[in-house]
């Protein structure tokens, strides 16, 4: 599977969008990227995943850059239980395949 | 609603003890599941994948004897520790995968060896 690149940590005012940056230049045009989030103490909670076209669902919007070797998640309207780490990771059918997690990033929505 | 049921949420016991955690998918016949682990202030790491009726296959440094895994139906899992030691101690995670679905993890078992 690709390798991902994201930021250690980021702060969000509560209320206000969260923008959360990955870089996977070495995708392949079979790879999916998919986006989890881990509260403490708790498993991973997928959010969303995208091939090539922007997709949303009612958690978020994932926006894939055009050539595929970057993405956002957005969440719209940050709370404070949207505190957490947010993994993206890039892989084929994660039916099938264990996910490989990097160190994600560290997500605190302030009030 | 929740599509990963893991049991127990929490576990403290002493050395020595062996402690059985288990894993069911609640919508669906898994003939495949994941077993990770999280060592404080890391990240998920995979152990081994589960396979119904069959060996389950472990990561590298993994030792097959010391973590058990039966996957006797195609909606339970179990991880056995066995002789558990404090260097154990960690949060352990399944999930359930579906071919062309999304991965569903559950809410892991914290392992606490005195």
Redesign the interface.
Known sequence: DAKTTQPTSMDCAEGRAANLPCNHSTISGNEYV?W?R?IH??????II?GLKNNETNEMASLIITEDRKSSTLILPHATLRDTAVY?CIVSM????????????TRLQVQP | GAV?S?HPSRVICKSGTSVKIECRSLDFQAT?M?W?RQFPKQ????MA?SNEGSKATYEQGVEKDKFLINHASLTLSTLTVTSAHPEDSS?Y?C?V????????????T?LSIL
Do not use: K
Not at chain 1, 41 to 46: L, T
Not at chain 2, 43 to 46: A, E, I, Q
Not at chain 2, 97 to 108: A, L, T, V
């Open positions: 998919y989890y881990q103490s708790q498993g991973p909670q997928y995943h993994y059918d994660t039916g099938r395949r264990a996910l490989t997690f990097g160190s994600g | 990963v893991q495949t994941f990770y990240s998920l790491m995979l994948t949060f995670i999930s995968g579906e071919p062309n679905q999304p991965q569903h993890f559950g809410d892991g914290r």
